[in-house]
Structures are given as C-alpha cells and as structure tokens.
C-alpha cells in the first residue's frame, strides 16, 4: 500500500539500481564471448566488456529501413496468406511491425495464435534475421511442405522480427532510453510499479497486444547462448535456485521439444539437455516471459538461439537451419497436441469466454471472446482432469487421457441462476456478431411494435369515431 504513494520515477531508478546490483547485472539473453583474461570462462556481465560493434560486424544484416523493406515485400509476396500490421512505435519513432501468417490472416479463428518475438536486445540482432526466413520459408512451403501447411492452416502466427529497432541502431542492449526492455515488464515480486503509462513504448505495444491477440504462447529470441529458458525467471528473495512455475512440466516439455529439434542445442554441456529454469540460471525480474504466463495466460519461452551475440552475416543461414526444425516443431505441437476445444452457454448456444484450468495445475488458461475457443498445452501421455468455469456458470470437469495426439474437448456449461440472464449477459459475452445480431434483433421488435401501435391507434379511431357516429345517429341505436 505505502509503496504505492512513492513517486513512480522513484522507484523506476530504485529497480534501476537494483538491476545494476553485480548479482542480478548479468541478464536474460545470454552473455558475453568468451573473456579470454578468465581462461574461457563465460562472462554473464553484460555490462562490462561490451563488445564493441564495427561497421564491419554489422555487415550483411538488414538495417531497420531494410527491414521494413522485407516487412512489406513478404507482405506483397505472400499477401493471401499474411497481413501487415504494427502494434506500436519504438521511442525514436519506428514502428513495430508484425507479420501475422495464416490462411485466414484477416479473419478470426478458432484456433491457437503464436508470437514470435526477435531482437528484444539491441545487440542481439540474429532473431530479426532468422525470423524473417521462418516468414520466407512458411510462405515459400505452404502446400508443399506438410509442417508449412499444417501451420499455415491451423494457426495464426504472428512474428515481431523486432521489438527494439532503436537498440539495435544504437547496437546496445537497451531501448533509445537505455532500458532493458527484459526487465521492464511488471514484476509478480518486485512490482515496484505496475501503471503501463511508466513502461517503455516497446514494453506497452507487447502488453497492449496481448489484449487484442488470444496468445497460446510465445517465444522471443535472443543470442549469447544456446538454450532454451522458461519461467519462473525470478524468486521471491532473489536467490539463484531453481524455481518453477505451475506449469513447470509444461514449460520442460516446451523447451524439450526446441532443444531436441535444434541442430546441437540438446547436447549442451552448460544445460542439461539443453533447457533451463531462468531462475536456476539467474534471477532476473521485470522479464517478459513470466508477465505473459501470468497475465497473458501465454506460455512463453526465453530462446538463446545462438553463441555469440553478433555472429557475422555470413553464419545467418547455418544459425537459420540450425533453428528451423526447432520453431517449426514448437509451432507445430500447439496443433498437434494439448487440448482444445470451445466453451459454450447451454442456455443460448453461445460460446462463452470462461477458462480451463487442470486439476493439479495452479493457472488458467482463457477461452477467447470471439468463439470460446481454448488451447491447453500439456505434457502428452497422461491423465488429465480438465474443468471448465466462467462466471455465472456452473463449472464442468472432465477426466480425458492424452496420448501423443492433440485432443479436441467442448464444454457445455449452464448458468448459475436466473440473475445471468438478460442484457448483462449479453454484453459479457463479449461477441461483436452475437451483439449485432442482438442489436438488429431490438430494432427488429421496436419496428413491429410501432407498426402494431400504429395499426391499434389507426383501429382505435376508426372504432371511435364509428361508436360516435353511431352515438349520434340517429337513425340507429346504440349497440351496447
Ligand atoms: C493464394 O493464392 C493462390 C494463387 O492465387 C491460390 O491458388 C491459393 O488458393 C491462395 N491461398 C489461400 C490460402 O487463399
Ligand atoms: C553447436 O554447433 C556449433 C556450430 O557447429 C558450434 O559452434 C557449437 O559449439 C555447438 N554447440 C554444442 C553445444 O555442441
Ligand atoms: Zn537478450
């Protein structure tokens, strides 16, 4: 409470400080080359011994207005399958623009939505890179290759080749402002300040985005190390240790699935198998990936997804093929297993935005708006007792067993009571259709309301003035 009376500026330069504390200086993204006065031991302080970036290393890679370039050449190039669109602007002004890869791109659907996320660090600039041949392969396999079709009609793809054009300009971490953009998300510890109005812009175009976008998960790249890293990033009282999250199985079996795809990233000798806890690795706070678990319901991993920070251009394909299999079989087991399906109202037919949670498992996972759809991740080839709720309802649960496959499982559920009914509901359930629909209804009764009344006004003269002509004639009596 108290804390929140503290000036935010304050307490923006207290996490400041705090983040340059030498424990916690090291940070999520890998870390320096090798430093050859510790005898090749890696130097995880990024904040000394940076390399200096030359002209010459930064030969071959896409400027930003080249990147932009590429943005809109795919977008011309493959425009039936994708669409172009930014979800905001970088301190200096460029915009963040998102190619969003479907069969559908411009429609809604039901089914799971993807992010990827590159070059979060300005000096990492490799996931800009790779993640515009990931859009260039997809596009150039759809109907060809079976992983490229599959992924291109079953899912909604959205890539961010990158989140910190500025820093990678300035070829520092940082954004224009010198903040680390992966520890500038509100923090589940150290929520110093949670107001989105006191994040950097890069920071608040990610949160603003996952509100239009139901994210199934995500995935942003870095470079520094070659491993696969999944929440929890942080504990509560900073130490090193290992730290899962609710999902923590979910989340090995995630970042197994990258790892066990990658070219050599599984036979690490730093990470067994190729994965890690952030945590267990090193604690970092305001990181995204533990802000999207938590408030995005988005299951999101922290890729490292090459050695060296600045490899030179003429390595960007190897590094490419090296990751290929990697994000085309994570894309892929969205579709190919876990659980889905649509929740709906037993009393109107309507689906319903509620959430599933498993029991056992301590998170949710929302259904969307528009259709009630849902995607559960999980670990394949156990059993699972799945519930459904939303407010309003009674909660549904259901005992499935899921093998390799994906399983497909809708919900029903009947409302609670009679105060559900009415307006209410229908606004909570939050489909523009459906409001239409309801909305063309209302003006539909009012219409035929009025044409009644003006028939009954219409007959009511008539009749009146009959009865008086009756009453006055007098040629005839009254009927009574
Ligand atoms: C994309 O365009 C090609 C050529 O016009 C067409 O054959 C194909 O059906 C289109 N694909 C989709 C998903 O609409
Ligand atoms: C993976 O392969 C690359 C390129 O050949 C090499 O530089 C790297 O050391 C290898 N890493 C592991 C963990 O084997
Ligand atoms: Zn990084």
Known sequence: MAISRIHPLFLLLLLRAF???????????????????????????????????????????????????????????????SRIYSIGKSVNDFPLWVIEISDKPRQREAEPAFKFIGNVHGDEPVGREVLMHLANWLCDNYRKDPLATLIVENMHLHILPTMNPDGFTLKWRGNANNI?????????????????????????????????????????????ALVANYPWDGTKDTGKRYYGCPDDKTFQHMASVYSQSHYNMSLSKEFEGGITNGAFWYPIYGGMQDWNYIHG???????????????????????????????????????????????????????????????????????????????????????????????????????????????????????????????DYGCRCGNDMMFHVQEAHIWLYLLILCVLLTLYLVFKRKTASRLLAYRYSPRRPVAV
């Open 19 to 81: 983040a340059l504390l030498p424990t916690q200086a090291a940070a999520r993204g890998g870390h320096d080359l090798p430093d050859d006065g510790d005898h090749g031991s890696i130097s995880r302080n990024l904040l000394q011994d940076k390399p200096h970036i030359t002209e010459e290393m930064a030969r071959g890679y896409m400027s930003n207005a080249e990147l932009e370039i590429a943005v809109h050449a795919f977008g011309s190039r493959c425009s039936n399958i």
């Open 180 to 224: 680390d953009l992966n520890r500038d998300f509100p923090d589940q510890f150290f929520s110093v300040n949670n107001d989105i109005n006191y994040r950097q812009p890069e920071t608040r175009a990610i949160m603003n985005w996952i509100k239009q976008e139901h994210f199934t998960a995500s995935a942003s790249l870095h470079g520094g």
């Open 297 to 423: 319901g988005c299951f999101e991993l922290t890729l490292e997804i090459s050695d060296t920070k600045w490899p030179k251009a003429a390595e960007l394909p190897v590094i490419w093929e090296h990751n290929r299999m990697s994000m085309l079989n994570l894309l892929a087991s969205l579709i190919k297993s876990g659980v889905h399906g649509r929740i709906f109202a037993a009393d109107t037919g309507r689906p319903i935005p509620g959430s599933v949670t498993i029991k056992g498992i301590d998170s949710k996972v929302r259904a969307s708006r528009t259709f009630g759809d849902y995607h559960r991740i999980i670990v394949p080839g156990e059993k699972y007792d799945v519930m459904a709720s939303m407010e309003g309802f009674r909660p549904k649960s259901t005992r499935i067993v899921l093998e390799q496959g994906a399983v497909n499982l809708d919900f029903i559920l009947d409302p609670d009571g009679a105060d559900v009914l009415g307006n």
